[in-house]
């Protein structure tokens, strides 16, 4: 009896684990990509777009249409985690405490 009772606490253990880190993974996945380096024809000059201690774009452009080229990158960048949250949210995938969050 004791043999089973283990398996089953051992079983839900495994399954509450992989579930969880489902969550993680799938959540992780939606997360910008800061770092490296891209490449784009619409960007004439070299342009740096890197972020300060709290998250901030900071841009550093010889041109201002390859900073506002570079400010639109950084608003996708911090845009598609947001909205990947929210579709989550309604179409209920996340669990009872994220889809209450305002």
Not at 2 to 16: H, M, T, Y
Not at 23 to 47: F, K, Q
Not at 82 to 101: E, I, K, P, Y
Request: charged share 15%; with cysteine.
């Amino acid at each position: 009896m004791i043999n089973w009772f283990k398996w089953l606490v051992l079983s839900v253990l495994a399954l509450l684990f992989l579930t969880v880190l489902g969550l993680y993974i799938s959540l992780r996945m939606s997360l910008p990509a800061l770092d490296g380096n891209s490449a784009t024809y619409h960007v004439n000059a070299p342009t740096e777009l890197s972020r300060d201690e709290l998250g901030q774009a900071v841009i550093k452009a010889n041109d201002i249409f390859d900073a506002a080229y570079a400010l639109g990158f950084a608003h996708a960048q911090d845009r598609f985690f947001q909205m990947d949250l929210q579709r989550r949210a309604a179409s209920a995938v996340c669990h009872n405490g994220w889809a209450t969050l305002p």
